[in-house]
């Protein structure tokens, strides 16, 4: 009797152990940096991403085990942008870039709410009164909408209607622009069509309504 309870002791401590020390993580992954914010399939590692615009720009980002970003690097400029995301109570606050253009120090800031989304965008930290542009979702967590701002007024606001297949995997994405110039009233719209899919259903290849063709390259923990 007592070394049966002794060996079920046992097996509790080692599973309430167990448990401490795995902590649940997402199942998806949000890119961001250059001010976009996306939603991907599984625990990305490593994306690479080549948009062929005439000449090729490339830039790569880089997350931890966690899912937050830790840098970005652009062919187009150079810069490594490190990034440090900030957790109260286990959950996100923001996350802080920094990187360096001409020897000076500039900083952005991406703002999350309570469910880890992120709604706000700060370009230029180091301004007494930059600009906040401010992202909406779905209840899927797809964004949905961006708004651009400038001197605190909204110059730009993009609005995102996924199209979805037989198979019901997202095969691109329907973009509405409008403007200040004429109060937002007439939008310009765009389609970007993804061409393939690796096995977390994340796109590989994506050609928008010029034949601009982006391909990327996702690594996985």
Known sequence: MLKNLKRYLFIV???FTSCRQKPV???YTYLYGYGQVEKLNGRVKTLTEEKHIGDIYVFAYVFNGRGDLVETRSSGSGNVNKYNTQYSNGIKKVARGVYFENEKKF??????????????????????????DRFFFDTTGNLIEHQQYFEKKPIWIFKYRYLYNKSALCSGVEQSMTTWRDDFKTPDKDTTRYITFDSHNNWLKSVDVLNDTTIRKIIYY
Do not use: C, R, W
């Not at 469910?115 to 009164?129: D, K, M, R, V």
């Open 13 to 15: 401590i080692v599973l």
């Open 25 to 27: 993580l997402p199942a």
């Open 107 to 132: 900083e952005e800031t991406y703002v999350y709410d309570k469910h880890g989304l992120i709604t706000q965008f700060i370009a230029n930290t180091n301004n007494l009164s930059p600009d906040t």
